[in-house]
């Protein structure tokens, strides 16, 4: 009688290279339960491990993770913990013992994440793994009382093997680190990665300090940082400190140079003209020689917000200079395209780019996003913010073009896309576009825009007509151009017709109102790969519309982000009982949210007569969530300013505790510990939840809590009546 071979009978070294290619977090865990091989065989080939526990039961860590080398320690409960440091050993919790026992479990960290409020941490940390490559610290709460550069000065005393820094989510003071790195010269020219991109800055670096930065880290390759290019300021970011970066670091692949006003992420003004009232002090030959000291930069964002004029000839430079370029972010820059003619120019030069973004471009128009969609034909993501005088027939346009290689497209703050007009003009890509942003404007098109029809522009009469729109001026290359588009989508529409090409579908033209806008060019019904929808909606407004708008039919969606933005304060209440999340329940797969309302600004307390406080907007904005099956939810609160308060109140605890499937909630501020057992003390609700936590990443985070609040004790609380639950799986 022969016995059938198991997977348990592969060799030692063949399972344990088979289990060590399964990235999945809970794919891993699930291997685990399978038996005790499968479970010491993961454990000894993990090498990434994220810490969700109480920090207090830390000291209580098994030793079975030996080969981990990346260790996350930034999301231990309760959030901002000070781990390490002797505030921590007011909670029964003695550093040196809790830092002993991670030594010991974790002995070969190269790479880490930490939440760190006092220089001890960082101090205990550095001692006890010396060889660390990539540190990234965390800390939303305000910069302690201690001297300049103390947060680094251990790390750099300690770990000579350093070689990433990452601070996008650490505050400081941007005059802690330059001499930090002056003091550490070997360690500092071994650094190849430094993001400073850290979003809680009010102002970014200044000139003389990006200069001390890059002279002290010549091998950098990554450089990612927070600048302050208005020249109103002392010592703002302009010509000089530029060419000092590419003079210094010209091994230099990623580089991301962004104003601080931009790291606001605040919705600008649709009408605003796109020009800023001061112009940056960066000229033609500056970004010239900039971008030739470049020559191995594969991602470059400048997003100055001042006015860069006449840029068309510079970013040629860079196509040519820079050949290896492949993703492209540019804010506030003029003049990229002059779409002039059938020859190619500025930002269209740069043909190998993969990855666009444009903001406030104040003269881009649809012959520029054609242009551009001819030159750079392997674009796949492609970002598009407050441009005023681009429309549907450019935007459509241009899409048809990019129809093998475009998959994710963002629409944000331009006059002439609400929703309806974005979703219209992406209908050749519908099928195959994987990730979406747009603005839930709801504000209805005119006619002829709507019912306009690219294959119908070979009469004179109507192509003069859109030409007149398209330019202004009148000039002849511009209609010469227009033509051209035309009879481009004339001719893969009749490619479409006679089943010559396999990348798209036809459809007789429709003269009604449906998707098909009458042109023929069809490819599908259903936004079949979309998985992927990012929305931003002003306060007050519904979200309703949205299936009605053309997104009706997303099969395989699976995560949604939504962004609501504006001021409750002087509104009245809203005339609909609820914000409409009702209505993505259409969505069969939908299984991930990101509900982020912490941008809405109202009344925390008492609210004046007649207007709602934001415990009543809460209930507005989550009714229906219910209806979801939603496994993750992340929810930012709206927030009071003036009180710097960002809760979860009443309403909102008792109908997220309604959420049957949910799996994991993380709330990003603070709550009543009443409030959040409602999530644990009703026995017929939700038995998946897992996994809570409030974080409160913004700045400047909460030193001490009221006494009626989540505190440390309150945590732990929680987190042992969530632990008692049984949970299905």
Partial sequence: MTTATTINDLPDAILSTIIGMVSDTRTRNSLSLACRKFRSTERATRTSLTLRGNARDLPDLPLCFAAVTHLDLSLLSPWGHSLLSPSAAANDTDPLLLAQRLRAAFPFVDSLIVYSRSPSTVQIVSHLWPGLRRVKLVRWHQRPQSSPGADFDPLFDQCHS??????????????????????????????????????????????????????????????????????????????????????????????????????????????????TAEDARIGRAALVDFFSGLPLVEDLALDVCKNVRDSGLALEVLGSKCPRLRALKLGQFHGICSAIGSELDGIALCSGLESLSIKNSADLTDM?????????????????????????????????????????????????????????ALEPIRDRIQRLHIDCVWEQEDEHARNFDLNQVNDDEDVNSEASVLNRNGEDGDYMEFNWAAEYEQRSSKKCKLGLDGDCSYMPPSNGYGYGNGNGFWCGESWERLHYLSLWIGVGELLTPLPTAGLDDCPNLEEIRIRVEGDCRGRQKPTQPDFGLSCLAGYP??????????????????????????????????????????????YWPPQDRDVNQRSLWHPAAGLLSRCLTLRKLFIHGTAHEHFMMFLVRIPSLNRNLRDVQLREDYYPAPENEMSTEMRVDSCRRFEEALNRRPILD
Wanted: proline residues 4%; charged residues 25%.
């Fill in 162 to 275: 350093l070689s990433e820094l990452d601070l996008s989510e650490f505050y400081y003071w941007t005059e802690d680190l330059p001499p930090v790195l002056e003091a550490h010269p070997n360690v500092a020219r071994s650094l190849t990665k430094l993001d400073l991109l850290t979003t809680s800055f009010t102002e970014g670096f200044r000139a003389n300090e990006i200069k001390s930065i890059v002279t002290a880290c010549p091998k950098l390759q990554h450089l990612l940082i927070a600048c302050m290019f208005d020249p109103r300021y002392i010592d703002f970011v302009g010509e000089e400190a530029l060419l000092s970066i590419s003079a210094n670091c010209p091994e230099l692949r990623v580089v991301h140079l962004i104003d601080t006003s931009s790291l606001a992420n605040a919705r600008g003004d649709p009408n605003d003209d796109g020009f």
């Fill in 368 to 424: 520029g996003l054609i242009e551009i969609a001819r030159g750079c034909c392997k674009l796949a993501k492609f970002e598009v913010q407050g441009c005023k005088r681009i429309t549907v027939k450019g935007l459509r346009t241009m899409a048809c073009l990019l129809r093998k290689t475009l998959v994710d497209v963002g629409i944000s703050c331009c006059k002439n896309l609400d929703a309806a007009a974005s979703l219209r």
């Fill in 589 to 634: 797969l939908l299984s991930k949210m990101k509900l982020d309302c912490g941008d809405t600004v109202g009344y925390a307390l008492t609210a004046p007569p007649g207007q709602m406080d934001l415990s009543l907007w809460e209930r507005f904005f989550l009714s229906g969530i219910e209806s979801l099956s939603l496994s993750e939810l992340d």
